[in-house]
């Protein structure tokens, strides 16, 4: 694989005068996360749409649509569903409670996105045995994954463009394949961004306006073929995960594709107590995350500490101010307090980085300027304010390319 050139670092963009952001007046987002804007009051999008969420939604007659849902399928297929897993909270959960309230046969659905951690692999095989659930899990080619990694990193700034696009399009084409109509997907895209909302439509569905909307970073599968055909020798099959199966051969199939969560309220901090208690499943460190808390959220993958780096180098904000947004829109923390950690924990380089360097075949100057040219104005990274991060326990067990 051939690495693209990139213009040295200009040294005016090494050290940028800092910007200060504007962010809701109650939980704090700031004005560079996606799809959010401001009313007159300062408070956000994202703030009203829970306020309408916890008053305005019906979430009885909510919960007798989806007992209809699973009736209307039940029994008729090769499965009474897929639920697509990841193994995190929000999939655990989804399976749990279709499987325990009910007692659904599902076929659980798992894309590996290369990068799942020793925890996770645990909580996955308890979880199943527990259940008692049919697992089918599928691993893309390696090779391809890392030559894509880098394309949509350059492109988008964002290098998980297999894993949004396989996550989703894989288990439709499953669905097809085990003539299995209706997918259960987890938490609703409206708890967290304004593309859909609450409001708009009754249900919404996960289909394949939303995975181009803003699943697959505005690249399909034939565009990254185009993107990387010149340097990297591939079989046009290699690509085919990453697809969205034909619409036209869901429709024949009759497809449902929902999350469970426009269904009944989601509150992820009960549910990941609930699959804890009932299912012994267990949090872990992330990197760079504060310790002790949200011990339940995105313990998936061992280079989410390179995704939240970039996101916060490229926005000047990342997870942990998403978290105590979260905290804040529930009452759930002082504003001092949420301050407080999103100072002392987001300006930190993740351990991580220094394997996904390795996997890419790039240097941190490169990955430097390649995060540069997709900064979200008015934000400005200053690259002289990050200090080093702490390795997570399992550091050394992660896979090394070289
Ligand atoms: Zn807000």
Known sequence: MSVPTFEPLAPERRKLPIVELVRCTRC???????????DSAGVCN???????RDVEIDWPARKKMLADLVEQYRGKH??????????????????????REFGIKPLVVQFNH?????????????????????????????????RVMLESLIR?????????????????HVALKYNTPLIFWGEPSSEYTAYY???????????????????????????????????FKFDPRDLAPFTYPPVRDLRRLGYRSVSLGSYIPWDVRTQAQLIQDELGWQGDEVEN???????????????QGV??????????????????????????????????????????????????LEYLDITEEEFNNIVLNTVVPPFQPDFDAITPGKKTWDFDMWYREK
């Open 156 to 172: 988008k700034g964002d290098f998980c463009w297999h894993c949004h696009t396989g996550i989703y399009s894989y288990p439709m």
């Open 197 to 231: 909302d609450y409001r708009d439509d009754a249900v919404e569905e996960v289909d394949e306006t939303r995975f181009n909307r803003f699943i697959n970073l505005g690249i399909t599968a034939e565009d990254m073929a185009g993107m990387i055909s010149h340097d």
């Open 289 to 303: 995350m504060p310790p002790g808390l949200y011990r339940y959220e995105k313990i998936e993958c061992y280079v």
């Open 28 to 38: 704090g987002l700031p004005e560079t996360y996606e799809t959010i804007e401001f």
């Open 307 to 356: 995704r939240d780096y970039i996101k916060y180098l490229k926005r000047g904000y990342n997870r942990v101010t998403q978290m105590t947004a979260l905290d804040l829109r529930n009452g759930r923390i002082e504003k001092a307090e949420a301050d407080r950690l999103v100072r002392e924990f987001e300006n930190k380089r993740p351990p991580s980085l220094d394997i996904f």
């Open 46 to 52: 994202i703030c009203r749409q829970k306020e309408f």
């Open 78 to 99: 090769e499965y009474d569903c897929i639920i697509p897993f990841s193994g995190g909270k929000d999939s655990t959960f989804t399976l749990y409670y279709l499987v």
């Open 114 to 146: 290369g990068f799942m951690r020793p925890t996770l692999l645990k909580n996955n095989e308890r979880t199943f045995r527990q259940l008692g659930v049919e697992v089918l899990s599928f691993t893309p080619n390696w090779k391809v994954v890392k």
